[in-house]
């Protein structure tokens, strides 16, 4: 099994930041992507940002340039770097990984139990 931990969420105003961290443990071999999604109440579940063996790095447009995604590959931790904040950023944010438990194995998606960011207007 594999847990991921979230921390990080809060109440900011509206021009502020916010760091999310997110990190995996458990049957880990190798994780092939993290991720940041989030929902609003009443809304779907969107992307946010990715970051793909460990490089490759992919945004929604409703965020780049004011987040930013990165990774310490050595703690399995996936961090959120959040500027600028908007009251429309409010919402349930939620860390996936897309873990490999061992070699040869498929792998499979994982999710966090959310942390809420609420933006103040």
């Known amino acids: 099994q594999v847990q991921l931990v979230e921390s990080g969420g809060g109440l900011v105003q509206a021009g502020g930041s916010l760091r999310l961290s997110c990190t995996a443990s458990g049957s880990i071999f190798s994780i092939n992507a993290m991720g940041w999604y989030r929902q609003a109440p009443g809304q779907q579940r969107e992307l946010v940002a990715t970051?793909?063996?460990?490089?490759?790095?992919n945004y929604a447009d409703s965020v780049k340039g004011r987040f930013t995604i990165s990774g310490d590959n050595a703690k399995n931790t996936v961090y959120l770097q959040m500027n600028s904040l908007k009251p429309e950023d409010t919402a349930v944010y939620y860390c996936n990984a897309d873990v490999r438990s061992a070699w040869g194995r498929p792998s499979y998606p994982y999710w966090g139990q959310g942390t809420q960011v609420t933006v103040s207007s």
């Open positions: 970051i793909v063996n460990r490089v490759t790095t």
